[in-house]
Every structure is written in C-alpha cells, then in structure tokens.
C-alpha cells in the first residue's frame, strides 16, 4: 500500500479498513494481556501466601509430632516401670480380688480402689453415712469392702474415721 502498488481504490480502502481493525484487534488483546498478567501476579501473590502458611503449618506439625513422640517414648518407659513395680507387689493378692480391681479399675476412669478417709470415698468423694460405716467397723479387716455409691474397693486406714 505505502509503495503505492495497489491502484484499486475499493482494495485500497478495503485494506484500510482490515489495517485500522487489526490495529483495533491488537490494541484490545495488549489490554487484554496486561490485565491477565495483573491477575496473574495477584493469584501468584495470593499464592506465595498460602504457601508460606502451609510451610509454618508444616513446621508446626513437625514440632507437635515430635513432641508427641518424646511424650509417648517418656509414658511407655513409665507404663514399663510401673508394670515392673507392680508384680511383685500384686503377687501375693488373691485373683478374684485381683479380677475385681481390674474390672473396677478399667470400668471406673482408671480408679478401681480408693481409700477410706474420714469417712469418706476417695473414689467418689461422697461421705459414708453412719449406718454405713456401722458395717465397715464389723467387718472383717481381710473382707472386701466396697462404696455403696460407686462400687469401688473401699481401703480402710487408721484416718478412715471408723
Ligand atoms: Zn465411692
């Protein structure tokens, strides 16, 4: 066209018209492309962002496993000793003694047996009633005595108030 080799007036202005609407087209997708590399970076923003969260998350994690780690390592070698103290101290106890306290202990938050003081469960915290504690005192000291509340093994001590 600048070199003048088209001579058609209709072509000529035709091309004219294509050129002004590419230059259009082009002008419209330039706008287009700033504003998807402003999205672009935003999102990569919003991005960058949410990974750091969940590299502090991670770290986080990290520390509260290996805390919980070193927590369950430090009760396993207390279970283990407990364990060990426990044989021969339950050696000499009758096994139906020994059946119930489980029993208890497992049904009973980990409580099977409490002791008797003044007048009251350690099981329960409730306070045995006289005619109660009338039973007690004729009891046999080698029968088993339990909390009418909580069903418990009662443990009779000189500070039981008997
Ligand atoms: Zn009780």
């Known amino acids: 066209m600048d070199q003048g080799l088209i001579t058609n007036p ?6 004219q018209g294509e050129l002004v609407s590419l230059q259009r087209r082009i002008t419209s997708l330039e706008d287009d492309e700033l504003e998807v ?4 970076e935003d999102v990569q923003t919003t991005l ?45 106890l009758p096994e139906d003694l020994l059946a ?5 202990r497992a ?11 003044a007048r009251e469960c ?19 000291e080698d029968e088993v005595v339990r909390c009418q509340e909580c069903q418990r093994i009662l443990v009779r001590t000189p500070e039981s108030g008997l």
Request: proline share 1%; with cysteine.
């Open 10 to 15: 209709k072509d000529l202005e035709r091309m």
């Open 37 to 40: 590399m402003a999205r672009l």
């Open 48 to 92: 960058d962002s949410l990974a750091a969260q969940v590299a502090a998350a991670d770290e986080r994690l990290a520390g509260l496993a290996e805390t919980r780690d070193a927590r369950t390592a430090d009760l396993d070698a207390e279970l283990g000793t407990l364990a060990t103290d426990r044989g021969p101290l339950v050696a000499g």
């Open 100 to 104: 119930l306290y489980d029993k208890l």
């Open 107 to 117: 049904s009973k938050g980990g409580v099977g047996a409490a002791a008797l003081r």
């Open 122 to 140: 350690g099981g329960c915290r409730i306070s045995l009633d006289a005619s109660e504690l009338a039973v007690i005192r004729s009891t046999a």
